[in-house]
């Protein structure tokens, strides 16, 4: 299996930046590659959205609402995306969750691919 851990999220005034990370490791086996990853967030009272994904190769698409503010990249090597965020408005405090779509062998020596969420990390914009 595979496990997918977000990190970063933080407490930050508004026009203020936090760098988010997502790794992705397996827990048995042993991971192929990591192709699209999406970073997500949620806000209370709120559905879950699409902010910004990635794919293996390194195309990105964003929602309109952080275009030119959030930018999200990868580090193919270590299994992990970034999601830079710059100019922070109250109006992105949520809870960040990362999608990894992985390729990976299992403990049984099986190839599998499967997308897997992370546990999210909380980032709150405020004065």
């Known amino acids: 299996q595979v496990q997918v851990v977000e990190s970063g999220g933080d407490l930050v005034q508004p026009g203020g930046s936090l760098r988010l990370s997502c790794a992705a490791s397996?827990?048995?086996?042993?991971?192929?590659?990591?192709?699209?990853v999406g970073w997500y967030r949620q806000a209370p009272g709120e559905e879950r959205e699409l902010v910004a994904e990635v794919t293996y190769d390194g195309d990105t698409t964003y929602v309109d609402s952080v275009k030119g503010r959030f930018t999200i990249s990868r580090d193919n090597a270590k299994n992990t995306v970034y999601l830079q965020m710059d100019s922070l408005k109250p109006e992105d405090t949520a809870v960040y969750y990362c999608?990894?779509?992985?390729?990976?062998?299992?403990?049984?020596?099986?190839?599998?691919?499967?997308?897997?969420w992370g546990q999210g990390t909380q980032v709150t914009v405020s004065s």
């Open positions: 397996a827990v048995s086996g042993d991971i192929f590659r990591v192709y699209g």
């Open positions: 999608n990894a779509d992985v390729a990976f062998i299992s403990g049984g020596g099986f190839h599998l691919r499967s997308d897997f």
